[in-house]
C-alpha cells in the first residue's frame, strides 16, 4: 500500500508540472502570434521603422506636391522654410477662411501631417472685425480658430481680449521682426515726416479700408499741428485728389500709390514716420523705417506695434490733443536715436527665425530636429 504523504507529493508535483506545461505553450502561442504579426505589419523590418519611413515619404511628397508650389497656396494660410530654404511641413492662419475651400484644405493639411499653428496678422483675428469697413463673410464664420488652434505667434498687448485662454500657447513674434538693418546709402532729407495711407477710390470715401485701418480721420486733425504749428514739411503717400494740396500747399507733398522701391527710398528722405494707426496687427512701414534709422510717432491705441517704440526708437501720442509734448520730445532728441542698434540688438532675420523654431519646436520634434531656423516662404 501507498503511504498517504507520498501519494499526496505526487499529485502535488503532478500539478505542478501540468501548470507549467499549460504556461510555456501558452507563451509559445504568444511568441507565434507576434512573429506573425511582426511579419505581416513590419514585413523584414523589425519594429515598424519601415513603417515609419513610409509615413515620412508620403508627407514629403505631399509637401511637394502642395506646399513647395505657389499656385497651390491660398489665403489665408502662410508657409515656411529652413535655414537652407527647404520647405516646411509646417502652415499658419493669418486670417478668417474666406470660404469653404480655405476651410478644406485646412482640414486636408491635418489629414496628411502637416502643423498648423495660427498667427495674428489681419486686424483683431482671431476676434470678429466688428467695422464698417470689413467684408463681413467672417460674422458667419463658425469655425474656432482659439480652440481648434493651440499653437500662435499673437501680438497683442492682452490677448485674453482675443479670446486666447491657458490653453494657448502664444509668442509675441511678428512677420516684421524678420526685417535686417538697411545697408543702402543713407540720403538726404528731404521731408520731416512720412504718412502712408493709399487711397480707397477717386473720391476718397471715409470709410475705405485704408482710410480706416490707417486712421486718415485722425491724421487729418493731426495734420494743422504738424504742418502749421510746427511748420514741418510732410510726405503724403497715396492721398491724391484728397484735397490736402489744396489746404497745404507746398507744405506737403501728395502722392499716389508708389512702388514699394521707391517708397522704400522716399523712407530714408523722411525724418520720423507718422503713424496714427489703430486697426493694424501686421505693420511692415514700422519696421521698414525702423532699420532704416527713421524713428516713429505712433499712436499707442493700435493693435499691434507698440513694442516696437522704446525711449530709443520713437514717441507714442493718442489723439490730437496729447499730439504736442509727444512731438516736442520726440524733436528734441530725434538726433540722438539711434533705431538701427535698437533693431539689431532685439530683431532681424537670425534672432527671430530662430525664435520661431524654438517656440514650434515643442509642438513638432520630429521635423525640426535638426532644423536651426524657421522663416516665412516669401
Not at 26 to 45: A, C, D, E, Q, T
Not at 211 to 235: H, M, Q, T, V, W
Not at 270 to 292: G, H, M
Amino acid at each position: 500500500m501507498y503511504n498517504i504523504d507520498n501519494m499526496q507529493y505526487f499529485n502535488v508535483v503532478t500539478k505542478i508540472k501540468k501548470t507549467l506545461t499549460n504556461y510555456i505553450r501558452f507563451l509559445l502561442i504568444i511568441i507565434f502570434v507576434m512573429i506573425v504579426f511582426v511579419i505581416y505589419h513590419g514585413g523584414n523590418n523589425r519594429y515598424g521603422i519601415e513603417s515609419m519611413e513610409n509615413g515620412k515619404d508620403k508627407l514629403k511628397e505631399y509637401v511637394s506636391k502642395k506646399l513647395e508650389k505657389k499656385e497651390e497656396h491660398i489665403f489665408p494660410f502662410r508657409y515656411f522654410k529652413d535655414e537652407n530654404s527647404t520647405i516646411l511641413p509646417i502652415v499658419a492662419v493669418t486670417g478668417f477662411f474666406r470660404g469653404d475651400d480655405a476651410k478644406k484644405l485646412y482640414q486636408e493639411y491635418l489629414d496628411n501631417g502637416i502643423f498648423v499653428f495660427g498667427i495674428t496678422a489681419y486686424k483683431s483675428f482671431p476676434k470678429k472685425i466688428l467695422h464698417e469697413s470689413e467684408d463681413a463673410f467672417h460674422l458667419k464664420d463658425d469655425f474656432d480658430y482659439v480652440k481648434n488652434i493651440p499653437y500662435w505667434l499673437c501680438c497683442f498687448r492682452s490677448p485674453e481680449n482675443y479670446g486666447f485662454t491657458d490653453e494657448n500657447i502664444i509668442e509675441d513674434i511678428s512677420e516684421s521682426d524678420l526685417y535686417d538693418i538697411d545697408t543702402e546709402p543713407e540720403k538726404k532729407k528731404k521731408y520731416d515726416f512720412i504718412y502712408i495711407c493709399n487711397k480707397d477710390g477717386d473720391n476718397c470715401p471715409k470709410d475705405g479700408w485704408n482710410s480706416i485701418n490707417r486712421n486718415f480721420k485722425l491724421a487729418k486733425e493731426c495734420f494743422p499741428i504738424l504742418l502749421n504749428d510746427y511748420k514741418l514739411k510732410g510726405l503724403i503717400v497715396g492721398r491724391v485728389g484728397c484735397g490736402l494740396e489744396e489746404e497745404y500747399g507746398d507744405k506737403i507733398e501728395v502722392t499716389d500709390f508708389l512702388d514699394w522701391y521707391v517708397l522704400q527710398d522716399k523712407m530714408r528722405e523722411s525724418t520720423f514716420l507718422f503713424l496714427p494707426n489703430v486697426q493694424d496687427a501686421s505693420p511692415r512701414v514700422i519696421a521698414e523705417c525702423l532699420v532704416k534709422g527713421v524713428p516713429v510717432l505712433m499712436n499707442k491705441k493700435i493693435l499691434c506695434g507698440s513694442k516696437y517704440v522704446t525711449n530709443e526708437t520713437g514717441e507714442f501720442f493718442t489723439d490730437k490733443n496729447n499730439l504736442r509734448p509727444a512731438l516736442d520730445s520726440l524733436l528734441n532728441r530725434i538726433n540722438t536715436i539711434d533705431t538701427k542698434k535698437w533693431w539689431m540688438n532685439n530683431y532681424g532675420v537670425k534672432n527671430t527665425s530662430v525664435k520661431i523654431r524654438n517656440f514650434l519646436y515643442p509642438a513638432c520634434p520630429d521635423v525640426l530636429e535638426n532644423v536651426k531656423e524657421v522663416t516665412f516662404l516669401l
